[in-house]
């Protein structure tokens, strides 16, 4: 069974940096990109960005470009989002989810998520 | 960006009642639609993909039809279960964009 569990609940103050984790289990993990998403309160998600755990190739959306760091540690199928300068508006439910290149760029699975929250 | 663009809002309906919701994308994007719904306190979870794909074990009652620009995502004889947020998302190009979402309600 697939399956993303990402690390816990952050709390961070403005212009601190934020790093989540998403352990993958039940499927090759370097044989799919992982995507990094984000949910304000009340909002549709956000895409990130994606990691090519093969290869450690990354495509970040261009709002996140210089501020986004994604990584992957194949050895133990993680892979890691780190956002730095974090602002009030970064506050929000960070998530990881599985997409294939070839089959299509469509999100499946999801980890469970994890609220990050930014507050002075 | 592609701007994705979901009508209604919201949505009231009881159970056993065909449901449609709608969305538009600013360009072409194909059939590179997909649909997610998501319960308060989870994460999305994939229904259909490009654009008419049943997902797993969804229930076949999920139908989702379109190409080109307008999309649509039909439930028939609703169950309590449905009753969630739907997202559209396109596929076609980076950065990946969702809708506003549907909020799906009981009446």
């Known amino acids: 069974q697939v399956h993303l569990v990402q690390s816990g609940a952050e709390v961070k103050k403005p212009g601190a940096s934020v790093k989540v984790s998403c352990k993958a289990s039940?499927?090759?993990?370097?044989?799919?990109?992982m995507n990094w998403l984000r949910q304000a309160p009340g909002q549709g998600p956000e895409w990130m960005g994606w990691?090519?755990?093969?290869?450690?190739?990354?495509n970040y959306a261009s709002k996140f470009q210089g501020r986004v760091t994604m990584i992957r540690d194949t050895s133990i199928s993680t892979a890691y989002m780190e956002l730095n300068s974090l602002r009030s508006d970064d506050t929000a439910v960070y998530y990881c989810?599985?997409?294939?290149?070839?089959?299509?760029?469509?999100?499946?699975?999801w980890g469970q998520g994890t609220l990050v929250t930014v507050s002075s | 960006d592609i701007q994705m663009t979901q009508s209604p809002s919201s949505l009231s309906a009881s159970v056993r009642d065909r449901v449609t919701i709608t969305c538009r994308a600013s360009?072409?994007?194909?059939?590179?639609l997909n649909w997610y719904q998501q319960k308060p306190g989870k994460a999305p979870q994939l229904v259909i993909f490009?654009?008419?794909s049943l997902q797993g074990e969804v229930p076949s009652r999920f139908t989702g039809s379109g190409s080109g620009t307008d999309f649509t995502l039909t439930i028939t004889s609703l169950q309590p279960e449905d009753f969630a947020t739907y997202y559209c998302?396109?596929?076609?190009?980076?950065?990946?964009?969702f809708g506003q979402g549907t909020n799906l309600e009981i009446k």
């Open positions: 989810a599985s997409s294939s290149s070839w089959e299509g760029w469509w999100f499946d699975p």
């Open positions: 039940g499927y090759t993990f370097t044989g799919y990109h």
């Open positions: 990691i090519n755990p093969n290869t450690g190739g990354t």
């Open positions: 360009q072409s994007i194909g059939i590179s």
């Open positions: 490009a654009a008419s």
């Open positions: 998302q396109q596929s076609y190009s980076t950065p990946y964009t």
